[in-house]
């Protein structure tokens, strides 16, 4: 393997093309403006670099960055790459990954919109982002301690784990399908609606209006807090261990919670059983429409 090390490049694709290379401690930055410095490269290591430059890793295979900063002015800093590990890295432009498949990150720092976009099989850990429409139509996500804040995040994604993780996000999850949310606290409005297929398992649900025109949707020993108008329209089997301000409507399924502030069933449709814990038998009202 090649080593480049202590060197500064500003040109068009300057070192397009490169196999098997391990550049360290180098600049790609400069009066050039030159872009996408590794285009169409493979085997490359990237040690303790850094990015201010546009574009520097698409089409890219087997590539590992660790220890480097790409600024806000690195734009779309990878893009159709593949077998790819991130680690100890700043990621600072916008649509910083998208496209990619097989990715690894760890002990990253993420302040990207429109982030993730279109990816494959991500795994990320131990990662803190601020996005918006993060990872919006990805696939094959499996994530664990990441903490993020953001705006319409996991829009369209399918077939993804979530672990120990903290999201504050608004409409976060819509139309997801073949989700796991496990030991995760959830804040923000408008969670999860339209989903399929998707479980919160031990999870801490925050913020108005949740979960509505949902399907096969499973909550399992979860807490929710400043949530109304919950559950509106949708398939549901709920395990709350909590309180809530309302619930708006079920279809069809069973909800036991503590207590429900209020149950509005308005629509012939809402046939969905709420069962009160807190309240004794005798005194429940009648939960299911006639």
Request: hydrophobic letters at 35%.
């Amino acid at each position: 393997m090649k080593t480049i090390q202590n060197q500064t490049f500003d040109e068009e694709r300057a070192l397009y093309g490169s196999r098997d290379l391990q550049v360290k401690n180098c600049s790609f930055d400069g009066p050039a403006d030159g872009e996408s410095a590794f285009k169409e490269c493979s085997g490359v290591e990237a040690e303790h670099c850094f990015f201010n430059l546009r574009y520097p890793f698409w089409h890219d295979h087997g590539l590992k960055i660790s220890g480097s900063e790409m600024t806000p002015l690195c734009r779309a800093a990878l893009w159709y790459s593949d077998h790819v590990e991130i680690t100890d890295t700043k990621l600072h432009g916008i649509k910083a990954l998208r496209e990619c498949s097989d990715i690894k990150m760890k002990n990253c720092d993420i302040i990207s919109p429109e982030f993730g976009w279109f990816t494959e099989n991500v795994e990320m850990e131990d990662t803190t982002a601020q996005s918006e429409y993060f990872m919006m139509r990805s696939k094959h996500l499996y994530f664990r301690n990441v903490e993020l804040k953001g705006k319409y995040s996991f829009q369209y994604i399918e077939n993804s784990v979530f672990e120990n993780c903290t999201f504050d996000t608004k409409d976060a999850f819509w139309h997801a399908k073949n989700v796991m949310i496990r030991s995760c606290t959830v804040k923000g409005e408008y969670l999860a609606w339209y989903c399929e297929n998707v479980t919160f398992e031990n999870c801490k649900i925050i913020g108005t209006q949740p979960l509505c025109y949902c399907k096969n949707l499973k909550l399992i020993n979860c807490q929710m807090e400043e949530t109304d108008l919950a559950f509106e329209r949708s398939q549901v089997e709920a395990e709350i261990v909590t309180p809530v301000i309302s619930i708006k409507n079920p279809l069809s399924g069973h909800i036991t919670v503590p207590r429900a502030g209020e149950i509005i069933r308005d629509i012939p449709q809402a046939r969905g059983q709420v069962t009160q814990t807190d309240i004794p038998a005798a005194n429940r009202p009648d939960c299911v429409c006639a």
